[in-house]
Nanobody, 121 residues
Framework: QVRVVESGGGSVQAGGSLRLSCAAS????????MAWYRQAPGKQRELVAG???????NYADSVKGRFTISRDYAKNSVYLEMNSLKPEDTAVYYC???????????????WGQGTQVIVSS
């Protein structure tokens, strides 16, 4: 049984910082590719940042230079450090745990329940 659990969301003023955490447990997850997605009201879900099994990262253009994804293999966890937050970063953030080494575009794998991030101006 796979479990993906996020934590760390909240409310912050523009320019502030938040750190999201995600722990994955179960067969074939936790050490394979993982990613953070977000969905704002009225918008489609989008990839924010991803990290492969070997630690290669990629980011959406809108968050490059402000967000950092990292992982702890020992804890089967992934983190998203968010700095210089903007009101447009407001969304529900979802952790995605893949069963593959690379982050494919099919949005497969397992999902957490989401954590709300609100950035006020």
């Amino acid at each position: 049984q796979v479990r993906v659990v996020e934590s760390g969301g909240g409310s912050v003023q523009a320019g502030g910082s938040l750190r999201l955490s995600c722990a994955a447990s179960g067969p074939r997850v936790g050490r394979n590719a993982m990613a953070w997605y977000r969905q704002a009201p009225g918008k489609q879900r989008e990839l924010v940042a991803g990290i492969t099994r070997l630690g290669t990262t990629n980011y959406a253009d809108s968050v490059k230079g402000r967000f950092t994804i990292s992982r702890d293999y020992a804890k089967n966890s992934v983190y998203l450090e968010m700095n210089s937050l903007k009101p447009e970063d407001t969304a529900v953030y979802y952790c995605n745990a893949r069963t593959t080494a690379l982050l494919t575009s099919d949005e497969s794998g397992y999902w957490g329940q989401g954590t709300q991030v609100i950035v006020s101006s």
